[in-house]
């Protein structure tokens, strides 16, 4: 491991201040269940870690005018645990549950889970985040079993990491960042993961001076939301899943209003499927209005020579989403 020097900051103001304008001279650490395994492996190499562990304005959960707001250091287990988040956003609680380690649970922080750099083994074994080797790309060329099937007409064919990614996205929820000076910067979770096209950018919408400070789940306005989440994975545990789907809309007369469906790891960034979405509105919340969402929801997919068994899995994922949302 590279010798960096270590910052843990009070405040806000004196975090951002430590920050640098160019990525990868500086890293936020929060829990840690991500940054420090990058670091013993030699993916990142800054000259300063900044922690954020002292600042007490980035914890906890509570509601605001805006809506529910859940600091960026708070725990996956405080969420999880959270009386109010249990009953009003099982897909938050399910994406969190289906983590499967408590020591990840115990530690891991909300803002850490957005912001986790990609688990493509290319990029982890030293080829760059868009798995290169000189002008070829060992991804389509290589294993490309767990990789993405939509968005792959670009450079970026890894899959998004983030359990929390996609039930944000589906809740409306907002991110909000802060940079130097306390410039802040409200975020639409949809918008706040981007697909690299160079190695020199980044997953997220967030610039080097910056921080993730809180997250915010708008108001449903005493109506009653149903949201679910539902993941296809190997196995329990440590691991990341093959699929996932999460579903959000307003439940009026016996069927949906204002649907929102979003799939994970199977993109670079959280995938928005507005037919599947689309299928959703107004229709009857049974199990053949739910398979037609499934099966929308895998049109457009352009799967990679290895990773073609996805395309069921979503179909599966969004069915079984809708059926629990329902439920």
Known sequence: MKAFEYSAPKSLKDATALLSSSWGETEILAGGTDLVTSLKQGIAAPKRVVSLRNIRELRGVDNSRQGLRIGAMTTLEEIAQNKQIKEAYPAIVTAISSIGSPQIISVG?????????????????????????????????GDNRYHAIFGTDGPALFVSPSSLG??????????????????????????????????SERETALKSNEILTAITIPSAGGRSLANATYEVRHRHGLDWPYVTASVAFQRENGVARKPQLVLGHVA????????????????????????????????????????????????????????????
């Not at 030293?126 to 060329?141: A, H, I, P, W």
């Not at 409306?172 to 949809?190: E, N, Q, S």
């Open 268 to 327: 670079p960034v959280p995938w928005v499927s507005a037919k599947a979405a689309q299928a959703l509105e107004g229709g009857k919340l049974d199990e053949a209005t739910a398979k037609r969402c499934g099966d929308l929801a895998a049109e457009g997919a352009k799967p990679l020579s290895g990773n073609a068994y996805k395309i069921q899995l979503v179909k599966t994922a969004v069915k079984r989403a809708v059926l629990a949302a329902a439920a």
């Open 109 to 141: 922080t909300i803002g850490g889970d957005l912001c986790q750099r990609p688990r493509c083994w290319y990029f982890r074994n030293g080829f760059g985040l868009l798995g290169r080797q000189g002008e070829t790309s060992l991804v389509r060329t």
């Open 166 to 199: 996609p039930p944000l996205i589906a809740l409306g929820a907002t991110i909000t960042a802060v940079g130097p000076d306390g410039k802040k910067r409200d975020i639409p979770a949809g918008q706040f993961f981007q697909a690299p096209k160079s190695e």
